[in-house]
Every structure is written in structure tokens, then in C-alpha cells.
């Protein structure tokens, strides 16, 4: 039973698409998120939800946009996807916003050509 | 303004070796909770501990111990007789104002 789950783990792509990823949580958590991780390893925070609501929306263009269907998914949808977007996208859940124990995903590797 | 400055960007030991990974953050305010999350190669990342800053008492947790110094901002990760599967990116973060702030990691090699 995978607590926190991406699809798909690797994603390759043209300048110019769009492209979805998937995230679902069955730890029955109330914020989920989503994380950037570039190549040099840094780590960014990209948005996050707290019951269907977007608390943090850190500065991110705006061709990324969260979608949550319901508590238990946050999904990434990217517009006119850009070389820089190239990164390794991590989603993640806690109990509470911030203060709680993050649970993350296996992360997605998207590489745009 | 807020940051976290991991200083130490690679560090490598033999194992057995003791090591302290070094945080030291940046905060105006008096309400801030603190982590530390590990990234072994395989990339998946992993929570470790969190502290909120009206909890100074150092924690340990088998091999690895945990030193909050609020006097010098500091939150130090030490890990006791380091392993082979120690090897790591090592993070750690800041939390205020509803938003996280990340270190740069320090990549831990430790070495047979």
C-alpha cells in the first residue's frame, strides 16, 4: 500500500506541450504538495493545499497549475512546458499544514527536449 | 528574512566515523518549526525530525541526534558511527509564516 503515489515516475517531453502529473494520498491527509527539485538539488516548494484550498503559491509561473479534485489528489498540470521546467517534481501530504510530518511520493523526472 | 544555510556542501567519512551536518536558519519570528529530511542516491525523500522552536531539548534517535542551539539559530544533525547506507543528501528546512524555506544540502559519502 503505497501512502504517497505519482504518475508517471518519468516524463519526456517537447518544448511547448502540456503535460499533466498525478498525485494521490491514502494516509487520509488534509495538505498535500508539490515540490520542484532542479538539478543542482535544490529543493522548492511550489504549492501547497489544505483541504481543497491553496495556501502557498510560492512564486511560480503561471503555466503550472494545482488541480484538487477531491482531499486525497493534487494534481500538476503544465502549460507550454520550457526547458527550465526539466526537474524532478515531488508530491507530498501531512496531517496539517507545515508543522506536520510530510510524506512524499517517489517523485516524476521530467525532461523536456 | 527568512533562509537556512547549510554551509557544508559535501562532506566525506570513513564509517564508523562520527559526523555533524550543520544548519544554522534566519528568522524574525518567535514561532518557527524546523526539519531535516534525508535524500539517499535512490531520490526518494524521507522525513526526519521536526522541532518547533519552543522545544529546545536535543533528541536522539538511535545513530543519529539532534542539537537545537536557539541562541546561535542553529539545528546540527549528528550521526554516531556513520554507515555505508548513510550516504546522502541531507536537508533541512525552515517553517514560519506558512511558508518552508530549504537548505542547499549537504551530500554525505560515507566511505567503507
Known amino acids: 500500500d503505497t501512502a504517497v503515489s505519482q504518475t508517471p515516475k518519468y516524463l519526456v517531453t517537447q518544448m511547448g506541450n502540456d503535460k499533466s502529473i498525478k498525485c494521490e494520498q491514502n494516509?487520509?491527509?488534509?495538505?498535500m504538495y508539490w515540490y520542484k527539485q532542479d538539478s543542482k538539488k535544490f529543493l522548492k516548494i511550489m504549492f501547497s493545499?489544505?483541504?481543497?484550498?491553496?495556501?502557498i503559491n510560492e512564486t511560480v509561473p503561471n503555466r503550472f497549475s494545482p488541480k484538487s479534485p477531491d482531499k486525497a489528489h493534487l494534481n500538476l498540470h503544465i502549460n507550454s512546458l520550457e526547458l527550465g521546467d526539466s526537474a524532478v517534481y515531488f508530491c507530498?501530504?501531512?496531517?496539517?499544514?507545515?508543522?506536520?510530518?510530510?510524506?512524499f511520493g517517489p517523485g516524476t523526472r521530467l525532461t523536456v527536449l | 528574512a527568512q533562509k537556512v544555510t547549510q554551509a557544508q556542501t559535501e562532506i566525506s567519512v570513513v564509517e564508523k566515523e562520527d559526523v555533524t551536518l550543520d544548519c544554522v536558519y534566519e528568522?524574525?519570528?518567535?514561532?518557527?518549526?524546523l526539519f531535516w529530511y534525508k535524500q539517499p542516491p535512490s531520490g526518494e525523500l524521507v522525513f526526519l525530525i521536526r522541532?518547533?522552536?519552543?522545544?529546545?531539548q536535543n533528541e536522539i534517535s538511535g545513530r543519529y541526534s539532534w542539537n537545537f542551539q536557539k541562541s546561535t539559530s542553529s539545528f546540527n544533525f549528528t550521526i554516531t558511527a556513520s554507515q555505508v547506507v548513510d550516504s546522502a543528501v541531507y536537508f533541512c528546512?525552515?517553517?514560519?509564516?506558512?511558508?518552508?524555506?530549504f537548505g542547499s544540502g549537504t551530500k554525505l559519502n560515507v566511505k567503507p
Open positions: 507530498a501530504s501531512s496531517r496539517g499544514h507545515g508543522t506536520d510530518t510530510q510524506y
Open positions: 493545499y489544505n483541504n481543497k484550498e491553496l495556501i
Open positions: 494516509l487520509g491527509h488534509d495538505t
Open positions: 522541532r518547533n522552536s519552543f522545544d529546545e
Open positions: 528546512a525552515l517553517y514560519n509564516f506558512n511558508k518552508f524555506y
Open positions: 528568522t524574525r519570528d518567535t514561532t518557527y518549526y
